[in-house]
């Protein structure tokens, strides 16, 4: 295997600290050195040395939501194809939603998922198992199998579980197993036929709303149901500052609790919904502005632990239709970064905490390899220029769907080459 030295970069290492210029060493699929104490270690004899001047060097994304039509919508999105769009975006791991067709939740599907990633990924693909079977919320899957045969999680992806007995059962078996119940909150009942966040602008549309307290009633169960049996319980996609004094006080009383937020949740608002622009038909839906500075604040303060793309390709047929009866969901993988970056060049985050809560914290979460440029670890990374200008295109996407938020958005940090395990997978 060959030697590739990445020398005079910027290298941001949550996972130790590091927010330095120095050098990348990768001996075959490992690290052996990053930091400014191997810049002038020399070059091993043969090696391959770039110039990385100018240029930022960190540890592969790990996008811990997305969802990917194989089996069954593979006209959506294929696991290939996802591993392409994720290259390109800098992410070097990928946790896979259950929401397919047959519904990841037997030990076969887990199996089919990590078969088909190893023979035709170019990213790491880790499967979450369902947390009920058929994701209908009543059956609880059979956690310890699923869980040796490769799930990384348990969840119900798109669905929220109303009977809060199976929730409690579920948070107990996870908790004996050494797993994690990622959970998306919405109270059906509540959310009823909505479309977008309840306010003046939904009404000035002539839209149904979703209240935030659809997503509050049950995320403080789930809480409770936390605290109650010492469970690992993420909270997958928050979108209110209401949800994120929930977590908060959770946390302050020492509940085994985490929290995640999608990038449009902390890039847009329910003003982008614009004209009845049916991209922008999310789940949960683009909140006030009140509210996607909260998510930012919670970045901050620790209380929202991880950013995730949520990644939900739909074709034309189930876009482009009336703002009502369009399907929910947008892509996210290649312009999770990109996206991303905003906070930092606006001065609203710190790189290395931007950086933690995309790379170093859903790998420690969800117990995954990468997200770290540690000597020894997997030579994940990406090699970024912060300061480089692009503009997102259809054209230029790489996912079978174009279903993305950021049409003709104007972003500031482009990725140049992402590595995986010391095989380049995308070269810009």
Known sequence: MSVTVFSKAHIVDPSRGVDEIGSVIVDGRKIVAAGKAALNQGVPEGATVVDCAGKTIIPGLVDARVFIGEPGGEHRETIASASVAA??????????????????????????????????????????????KGLEGREMTEFGLLREAGAVAYTDGRHTIGNALVMRRALTYARDFGGVIAHETQDADLASSGVMNEGLYASWLGLSGIPREAELIPLERDLALARLTGGAYHAAKISSAMAAGAVNRAKTDGANVTAGVAIHNLSLNESDVGEYRTFFRLNPPLRAEDDRLAMIEAIKDGTIDIIVSSHDPQDVDTKRLPFADAAAGAIGLETLLGAALRLYHNGD???????????????????????????????????????????????GLRSRSKNTCFEGARLQGKVLQTMVAGRTVFSA
């Open 349 to 395: 985050v710190p790189l290395l905490r931007l950086i933690e809560t995309l790379s170093t914290a859903p790998a420690r979460l969800f117990g995954l390899p990468g997200g770290t440029l540690k000597p020894g670890a997997s030579a994940d990374l990406a090699v970024v220029d912060l300061d480089e200008p692009w503009i997102v295109s259809e054209s």
């Open 87 to 132: 290259a390109a975006g800098g992410v070097t791991s990928v946790v896979m939603m259950p929401d397919t067709d047959p519904v990841i939740d037997n030990v076969a599907l887990v199996e089919f998922v990590l078969r088909t990633a190893r023979d035709t990924a170019s990213v790491n693909i880790f499967p979450a198992a369902a947390i009920t």
